[in-house]
């Protein structure tokens, strides 16, 4: 599979529970939690590179998640790193690597935008 | 103890008209007490109980991002919590499982905020922000009683 390069200027996209639990807070602002790793590796967090994306098949229920887009330019202006990291399943899979403290997981959380999909 | 059903009660006193606007007065105060805001918010911590216990449920990858299952003690510890907030009057403003299989919850006064996460290894740690920056983190000890981070939180 080709490896692309992500530009600044790309978007990721990051799906979001919203059906219990939701990462939505009560004012609409998106938790911290959103943005952080699991336990399997803490340091990367799954993407999907928005141009070789689909929604459809990004938010994969729209009934239980939202889709949740950033620039690349945010995590690499926190010293974080983004690549091209593609699945078997997932062509469009991408990676946010680095150091995630709670603060990372805040700013990255505030400048993520909710995506209306339609479906 | 007051009766929320003055007509119905037996050993009411008729004659006693001061008692009978006393009464009316008090159920009024009393029912205005649980419709307030405050109280609104203070039983919804039942809800954010309820809400764990059903976190406490959900299976490995329920974020499908391989989230892990929430721990029994991060549940124990966060409900036990929730409960003495309540206790002391304050209202929880979020709760969630982290990816890691602990709870977090977040109590908010404006523009202070205090996050307090339970671990699966039985460590409890808040973080407080003020303007969303970092105002002060540590381990929170669950059996101390003078939660002195409320006053702050309150101030």
């Given at each position: 599979m080709d490896i692309l390069i992500i530009e600044n200027s790309d978007f990721l996209l990051r799906r979001v529970p919203i059906d219990k639990p939701s990462y939505f807070k009560q004012d609409g602002t998106l938790s911290s939690l959103a943005f952080r790793p699991s336990?399997?590796?803490?340091s990367e967090l799954s993407v999907d590179l928005e141009k070789l994306a689909t929604y459809e098949k990004s938010i994969l229920d729209p009934k239980r998640f939202a889709l949740c887009k950033i620039q690349a330019s945010k995590p690499r202006n926190l010293s974080l790193d983004c690549i091209h990291a593609p699945i078997e399943s997932n062509y469009a899979h991408s990676l946010i690597k680095g150091k995630f403290t709670d603060s990372i997981c805040r700013i990255l959380s505030s400048s993520a935008k909710k995506i209306d999909v339609q479906i | 103890m007051i009766s929320l059903f003055p007509s119905t009660e037996v050993n009411y006193n008729i004659d006693s008209t001061n008692s009978i606007s006393e009464y009316y007065h008090s159920f009024e105060e009393l029912s205005s007490y649980f419709n307030s805001t405050y109280m609104q918010e203070l039983l919804k911590n039942n809800l954010h109980i309820n809400d764990i216990l059903y976190y406490s449920e959900l299976p490995k990858n329920w974020d499908s991002y391989d989230a892990d299952k929430v721990s029994l003690l991060s549940f124990n510890n966060s409900v036990k919590y929730i409960r003495k907030l309540t206790s002391l009057g304050i209202p929880v403003y979020f709760s969630a499982p982290t990816p890691e299989g602990n709870i977090l919850i977040e109590l908010r006064n404006k523009h202070k905020s205090i996050e307090i996460e339970f671990f699966s290894n039985g460590k409890t740690i808040y973080s407080a922000y003020e303007n969303d920056y970092l105002f002060e983190s540590n381990i929170l000890n669950?059996?101390?009683?003078?939660?002195?981070l409320t006053s702050w939180l309150n101030n």
């Open positions: 336990s399997k590796n803490r | 669950l059996e101390d009683e003078n939660f002195i």
